[in-house]
């Protein structure tokens, strides 16, 4: 064997050690960006059914129910795009076919959950933030058409809305079942501002005109309920009066 054969042979073997280290690379970074993909899959699943299964049912329509249903099918078919023996993975996928199958006859049975405190608020909240994050993902990924997108992003905001009018609207009622009305008139106030500072607030121009009437309302009650405390003012100053007038009376008296 002569030198340069074992040279090319010796370069040869370099060669192969390098292409299978390169390969074992390649599929361990396969493996892993596959483990990372069905990661984030998983966390949109969940995420869908957070917002399915936990939204007010005030809120929840049938074209926004129809819309979860069809986000959570896409993702339930690309995890079995990774996963094709899962055999629950199919059998939900055949489940959400046919509720889209019924269009905006799909069910809706979230039960309502009316927005009384600010921790409510807030959790309904951050439920529409994870929509608004489902919604730009999928537009992303080219599983809804942009104007759809779009559509949904306005409507996200439009929800939003309404869930501060039923907020405001329901601490003020509350406030006035308590007798209350100063905390109602500010719960009222806060949501006539609110509305005032839409960008279109034609829209909201009934739900405007019902707050406006509530805080009439409760305007006109803390006024009434203030009266007495003024007579009791007056009554107390006018007492005043006569007792520093008695005490001048008093001092001429001594002094003369």
Excluded at 206 to 222: D, G, I, K, Y
Aim: net charge neutral; aromatic share 4%; with cysteine.
């Amino acid at each position: 064997m002569t030198p340069l054969l074992i040279t090319l042979l010796v370069i040869a073997g370099i060669v192969i050690l390098i292409a299978i280290g390169y390969m074992n690379h390649v599929v361990e970074n396969n493996k892993l960006e596959k483990q990372r993909t069905v990661i984030e899959l998983n966390d949109r699943l969940r995420r869908c059914g957070e917002i399915t299964e936990t939204f007010p049912g005030q809120l929840m329509t049938p074209a926004l129910k129809l819309l979860m249903t069809r986000l959570e099918l896409n993702v339930n078919q690309r995890l079995l795009n990774l996963n094709k023996t899962s055999a629950a993975l199919k059998a939900r996928i055949t489940e959400l076919n046919a509720l889209i199958a019924q269009g905006e006859s799909i069910p809706v049975n979230n039960p309502p959950a009316p927005i009384q405190t600010e921790a409510k608020a807030k959790d309904v909240r951050f439920l529409l933030e994870a929509l608004h994050g489902q919604v730009t993902r999928a537009a992303q990924d080219g599983f809804l058409p942009t104007n759809e997108a779009k559509h949904w992003i306005k409507e996200i905001r439009h929800i939003l809305v309404l869930l501060h009018i039923e907020f405001f609207n329901n601490l003020g009622q509350h406030a006035l079942q308590q007798g209350q009305p100063g905390q109602a008139r500010l719960a009222f106030e806060r949501g006539v501002q609110y509305l005032r500072k839409q960008p279109e607030p034609v829209v909201y121009a009934a739900q405007l005109q019902l707050l406006e009437s509530q805080l009439a309302r409760a305007n006109s009650t803390v006024l009434t309920n203030s009266k007495p405390a003024e007579d009791e003012v007056n009554e107390l100053t006018e007492g005043l009066k006569v007792v520093d007038a008695d005490a001048e009376w008093k001092k001429k008296v001594i002094y003369d």
